[in-house]
């Protein structure tokens, strides 16, 4: 059974930092690429950030040199670290496969964790 699960959103101050994890069933986590995609409120969702099961990373513009991303094999598990946060990081984050997992013909999308930051 597909599982996908993120943790770690709150809200912080701008200039803060935030560590996100992503808790993924291993069926979906085994062999694949891992990625952070948020969507903030009025957008559509993004990706920022995703990692091969070699661990080559690789991050949009927008959060280069503020976040990383990296992911325990053995845990099944991706994080998402978050530095330097402005007001425009303010998003639900979700973690998926890149591309994006796929159950019964429709896209699957954990609940997400919410992330506010305030100026």
């Known amino acids: 059974q597909a599982q996908l699960v993120e943790s770690g959103g709150g809200l912080v101050q701008a200039g803060g930092c935030l560590r996100l994890?992503?808790?993924?069933?291993?069926?979906?986590?085994?062999?694949?690429?891992m990625g952070w995609y948020r969507q903030a409120p009025g957008k559509q969702r993004e990706l920022v950030a995703s990692?091969?099961?070699?661990?080559?990373?690789d991050l949009a513009d927008s959060v280069k040199g503020r976040f990383s991303i990296s992911r325990d094999n053995a845990k099944n598990t991706v994080y998402l670290q978050m530095g330097s946060l402005i007001p425009e990081d303010t998003a639900v984050y979700y973690c998926?496969?890149?591309?994006?997992?796929?159950?019964?013909?429709?896209?699957?999308w954990g609940k997400g964790t919410l992330v506010t930051v305030s100026s």
């Open positions: 998926n496969t890149k591309p994006v997992l796929r159950v019964n013909d429709r896209d699957y």
């Open positions: 994890s992503c808790a993924a069933s291993g069926s979906i986590f085994s062999f694949n690429t």
């Open positions: 990692i091969t099961s070699e661990s080559t990373t």
